[in-house]
């Protein structure tokens, strides 16, 4: 089981890539994506892989795109695309959802039901036919209470039936700024399956940043043409 | 009033939870409960919550971490754990919380998921944002002291 959670540290967060790692390894993730977002761009004084050493868990570098217009997004895509693993587009308004579900670049359309956002049937095969996955942002079940949190569950539900409906990929994520705000694997299957979620459905979604972040450094990779296309060895003359 | 017989009695769980705040809170066992009772009653409703019954029998906390064993009525076990973990912060201090392992009985959880480390805090001078700054630092986690917060940080940060 390799669970993965995606994590906003220092300076968007308040605990740096180390802490976040290191307490992610004590509750037993095998590891981190750093979606910090592209106003404040994680600062890796530690190199990710003594991090990996150190504690046991892989830390992906992910950037979590902030802008107030497709156009402004469209232009940072191309900028974090050749720089990170995984590209995160932050949603939460019609515009912003639709772009970042039909771009071919872009890796998860983060907490899309956030603020005015919404999502319907058009996004969703959009999303599938584009292989963006949506995410089941957890946060505001966690961390508010009242009416927030009633509202967060309906958006949950619907969002959850729509992806179900047209298969659409998605990951799932608590969404922490600092270390205390990490749960465990076990703790956001236990929350997911009170809220109407299958325990797998949640598994998958965590598991999903890790087959995310292999295959997106496999095509980083000097060795990778293209998808499908390895290189062989020379036929040799009989 | 007579104690029931054995096959009447409610049959429990006994969650092992870890706990982890900033190094300045000061939590007690009513606090922790108070919490916890919040906690279910949100998520799960009054029904689900006299169910799951969640009482905390066995509580340590010093120094920015604790211990904990919440009893849960048996088969209620998971609606317990995803109540404790909607526990985001105790008397206005946020707190990280772990539910270790369940077991059946309290010794049982106490010796397989239970582990007083003991580690005394210290207090130490860092360089963080190029700032000097103290840092309460227990085993390899250090938590800065930032203008009026915390920030969390590994002695990896510090090399």
């Not at chain 1, 959670?5 to 802490?19: F, K, Q």
């Not at chain 1, 046991?56 to 402004?72: L, M, Q, S, W, Y």
């Not at chain 1, 019609?94 to 039901?113: G, K, Q, T, Y």
């Not at chain 1, 270390?179 to 797998?200: M, N, W």
Request: hydrophobic content about 35%; some cysteine; overall charge negative.
């Amino acid at each position: 089981m390799v669970f993965y959670e995606g994590v906003h540290a220092h300076p968007d967060g308040d605990s740096t890539v180390a802490r976040m790692a290191a307490t992610a390894a004590d509750y037993e993730f095998d590891g981190v994506v750093v979606r910090n977002h592209s106003d404040a761009t994680a600062e890796y004084d530690t190199d990710p892989e003594r991090i990996r050493e150190e504690y046991g868990v892989d830390v992906v570098e992910a950037v979590e795109i902030r802008a107030d217009n497709p156009e402004v997004a469209a232009g940072h895509v191309g900028n974090y695309r050749p720089k990170c693993t995984v590209l995160l587009v932050h949603g939460g308004t019609p515009s912003l959802n639709r772009f970042a579900v039909e771009s071919d670049r872009v890796d998860v359309l983060a907490h899309p039901m956030e603020g005015r956002g919404d999502f319907n049937h058009v996004l969703a095969k959009a999303a599938a036919e584009y292989d963006v996955r949506v995410e089941f942002n957890l946060s505001r079940v966690l961390r508010s209470d009242g009416g927030p949190r009633v509202q967060a569950l309906q958006d949950l539900r619907k969002l959850r039936e729509i992806v179900t409906q047209y298969d659409a990929p998605f990951v799932v994520s608590a969404d922490p700024t600092n270390h205390l705000q990490i749960r465990g694997p076990r703790e956001l299957v236990a929350i997911g399956e009170t809220i109407g979620f299958s325990e797998d459905q949640i598994r998958d979604g965590l598991r999903e940043w890790g087959r995310l972040a292999e295959r997106n450094r496999e095509r980083a990779s000097d060795d990778f043409i293209a998808p499908g296309v390895k290189r062989g060895r020379y036929e040799e003359e009989p | 009033m007579k104690h029931l017989p054995k096959h009447l009695r409610p049959r429990w769980r006994y969650l092992a939870v870890h706990l982890e705040t900033w190094p300045d809170a000061d939590l007690d066992r009513r606090d922790f409960q108070r919490s916890v009772w919040f906690a279910t009653q949100n998520l799960l409703g009054d029904a689900g919550s006299a169910d799951a019954d969640c009482k905390v029998l066995h509580f340590e906390f010093a120094d920015g971490t604790g211990e904990a064993i919440v009893r849960a009525r048996h088969g209620h076990a998971d609606e317990a754990r995803a109540a404790l973990a909607c526990v985001d912060e105790i008397r206005g201090d946020p707190v990280g919380l772990f539910v270790a392992g369940i077991s059946g009985t309290v010794r049982a959880c106490e010796e397989k998921y239970l582990r007083r480390d003991g580690q005394i805090p210290d207090e130490r001078k860092v360089v963080f944002e190029d700032d000097q700054r103290s840092a309460v630092v227990r085993g390899n986690r250090y938590d800065v002291r930032t203008d009026g917060a915390f920030a969390g940080a590994t002695e990896l940060d510090f090399e």
